[in-house]
C-alpha cells in the first residue's frame, strides 16, 4: 500500500449495529441496477463493487481500502518494466473449472478488446506472458510503480467458460444494441455466485461453498433490488423490507437515524462530482450556435465556472452534506492539491466573459444529467441550469437513468454530449489515475482519455502525467501532480462541483463495512449474531 494511503484507509468506516438478528438473508436496496455482470463491460463504482462480490482481481482491497494478495499471493518487481504475480493455487471457479494463468492472460486480452470499458486498467501494460501455469509476468512500456494501484476491480474471467458461452468479446453496458451471454450470467472465484439475474427486478446470489479463504460473513443468500424511487427506498428500509438501502436520501437521514430500529451512516466519499464540456468538436451536436464552438474559449468556460455557485448547492441541495471542490480529486486522494481555491461565484464577472467572448446574449446548451447514480444528481442539474440562466445562458436538461445516460455520453456511444455531469473516484486512490482517464488527451491505442468526455486536450498536463507515473521520488511525484491539477485549473478544463457524502440505512442487528468509495462488500456482513 502506498504509504500515504493511510488517510485514505482512515475515511473508511465501521457501522456495527447491536443485538445481531437471527436471519441469514440479507435484503439491500440501491437507486439503480447492476449496469452488466460482465467485468469488462462498464467503468463504474456501482456495477464494479457489485462484481466483486461475484469476481475477483489478482489483488482486493480490505475494508481499510489496503491492498490484499486475492487470486496472486505475492508479486514482485523482477525488472523496471517487468512485474511477476504467483498465482493462487487450488482455487476454482463457481463451475469447478480450475484457475490457471491461461485465465489471467485471456483476461487481460480481454479487457482490451473492443467493447471493453476497462481498458484503463491495463494502460501501458505492452504484454502478458505465461510463466507456467501459475506465474504470469506483466511487461510494461515503461516502468510503472502503481501498475496494481486499482488491479482491485480488475477481475478476472473462465477462459474455457467464456469461449464455450460465446462471451470471449466483451460488450459495454453503454451499447444498449447488444449483448453477451457475460451479461446476465457470472462465474468467478469470488464468495458468492449468483443464482438469479433479472434486469431492474432482482439479483439473487448466494455464498461459494467452495471459495479459497475463509468466509467471515453469515450470509445464506444475497438478494437486490433496484429502487429508484427515494421515498419507496426509504419505506423499505424503515418497514423492515429491506436490511440495508443505499443512497438515502439527504432530507431522510435524520428520519432514519431516529427511527427505532434503523441507523443511518455517513460520512465522506472520495468521489468528485463535476461539469464537463465538449471541447473538441468545431460545433457543438446541442446548442443554439452555429459554425463555432464556445467552449473552445476560455472565457466561456470560466463564466459557467463562475455562475455556478457550489456554496448554494451545498446548503439547499445538498443540506450540507456535501464539500464544494476546486479540484478534480477528493481530499484523501493522493495527491489532492491542498492550495488550490475555486475561481470565485461572481455571476456578473460571468455575464462581463461570456459579453467579452462575443455572447452578450448568451447562447442554448443541452445538459446531460443521470437521475439515478449520484446523490441528488437531477436536483444538482436543476441548480446549474436556474443558476446559467441568471447569466444568459438557457440550458435544456436531458435527465435520464444511468443506463440511458451512459449509452448516450461514453465512447461507445460517440460521447454524445456537448455539457455533462459525473462522478469520479480514482480506482487507485491516486491522481495519476484521474489525470490519465478524464484528463488526458483522447488516444484509443493507450487508453488514455476514455472518459474524458469532451475531449478537454492539454500536452503539458499529458506530458506531466506520463512524468509522474514513473516517478519515484514521492516528493517529486507530488510536486508534478500540483503542477497537473493547476494547469488544468487555469484551463477552466473543468468545473469541480462537490465531494458528495456517503449516505447509507441500515436496519439494527446487521454488521458491516462502509468503504469511503461507496463499495458494498458483502464479505464483511454479519447479521447472524
Not at 421515498?231 to 440495508?244: F, I, K, Q
Not at 465556472?305 to 448554494?312: F, G, V
Amino acid at each position: 500500500m502506498h504509504p500515504r494511503l493511510t488517510a485514505v484507509a482512515a475515511a473508511a468506516v465501521l457501522a456495527v449495529a447491536a443485538h445481531p438478528a437471527s436471519a441469514e438473508t440479507l435484503r439491500f436496496a440501491f437507486q439503480g441496477d447492476v449496469g452488466t455482470l460482465d467485468p469488462h463491460g462498464l467503468n463504474e463504482t456501482f456495477t464494479l463493487g457489485f462484481q466483486g462480490n461475484i469476481y475477483e482481481g489478482l489483488t482486493r482491497r480490505g475494508s481499510d481500502l489496503a491492498i490484499e494478495p486475492a487470486l496472486a499471493e505475492r508479486w514482485e518487481i523482477v525488472e523496471p518494466t517487468r512485474w511477476r504475480f504467483h498465482l493462487r493455487q487450488g482455487v476454482t471457479f463457481h463451475n469447478g473449472n480450475p484457475f490457471t494463468a491461461d485465465d489471467v492472460v485471456f483476461s487481460a486480452e480481454r479487457t482490451l478488446k473492443d467493447g471493453s470499458n476497462l481498458v484503463t486498467r491495463l494502460s501501458g501494460v505492452a504484454e502478458v506472458v505465461k510463466v507456467d501455469d501459475h506465474t504470469v509476468d506483466f511487461v510494461t512500456k515503461v516502468p510503472n510503480p502503481i501498475l496494481i494501484s486499482d488491479w482491485d476491480t480488475w477481475y478476472i474471467m473462465d477462459k474455457e467458460w467464456a469461449e464455450a458461452n460465446d462471451t470471449a468479446e466483451p460488450t459495454s453496458a453503454s451499447d444498449t444494441s447488444s449483448e453477451n451471454y457475460a451479461n446476465r450470467h457470472a462465474n468467478g472465484t469470488g464468495p458468492f455466485m449468483v443464482t438469479v439475474r433479472e434486469p431492474d427486478v432482482r439479483t439473487v446470489a448466494v455464498p461459494n461453498p467452495n471459495w479459497w479463504d475463509e468466509a467471515t460473513h453469515d450470509l445464506t443468500e444475497i438478494v437486490f433490488q433496484p429502487i429508484a424511487s427515494d421515498p419507496t427506498r426509504v419505506a423499505a428500509l424503515l418497514s423492515g423490507e429491506m436490511d440495508l438501502v443505499y443512497p438515502v436520501p439527504l432530507q431522510d437521514v435524520q428520519r432514519v437515524d431516529g427511527n427505532p430500529g434503523t441507523t443511518a451512516l455517513t460520512g465522506p466519499e472520495l468521489r468528485t462530482i463535476f461539469l464537463g464540456m465538449d471541447q473538441s468538436r468545431d460545433e457543438l451536436l446541442y446548442s443554439s450556435v452555429a459554425g463555432t464552438n464556445p467552449f473552445k474559449d476560455r472565457r466561456v468556460r470560466q463564466a459557467f465556472y463562475q455562475a455556478i455557485d457550489t456554496d448554494a448547492i451545498s446548503r439547499v441541495v445538498m443540506r450540507g452534506q456535501s464539500t464544494p471542490a476546486a479540484s478534480m480529486v477528493a481530499p484523501g486522494i493522493i495527491g489532492f492539491p491542498e492550495g488550490l481555491a475555486r475561481h470565485p461565484f461572481d455571476a456578473e464577472a460571468a455575464k462581463a466573459l461570456l459579453a467579452a467572448a462575443g455572447y452578450a446574449d448568451g447562447f442554448e446548451v443541452t445538459l446531460d444529467c443521470p437521475n439515478d447514480r449520484y446523490v441528488n444528481d437531477e436536483a444538482i442539474c436543476q441548480a446549474v441550469v436556474g443558476m446559467l440562466g441568471r447569466v444568459g445562458i438557457k440550458v435544456d436538461l436531458l435527465a435520464q437513468s444511468k443506463v440511458q445516460y451512459f449509452a448516450k455520453v461514453l465512447d461507445t456511444g460517440g460521447y454524445d454530449t456537448s455539457f455533462y455531469l459525473l462522478g469520479w473516484t480514482p480506482g487507485s486512490f491516486d491522481s495519476w489515475n484521474a489525470l490519465h482517464n478524464l484528463v488526458g488527451t483522447r488516444n484509443t491505442d493507450s487508453g488514455r482519455g476514455t472518459f474524458n468526455l469532451g475531449g478537454y486536450t492539454s500536452p503539458a498536463i499529458d506530458a506531466l502525467a506520463d512524468r509522474i507515473l514513473v516517478e519515484t521520488d514521492l516528493e517529486k511525484r507530488d510536486a508534478l501532480i500540483d503542477e497537473a491539477w493547476q494547469t488544468l485549473h487555469e484551463d477552466v478544463g473543468y468545473i469541480p462541483v462537490h465531494q458528495q457524502a456517503l449516505s447509507w440505512g441500515v436496519r439494527d442487528g446487521v454488521e458491516l463495512a462502509q468503504r469511503a468509495d461507496n463499495v458494498f462488500s458483502w464479505r464483511f456482513v454479519t447479521i447472524g449474531g
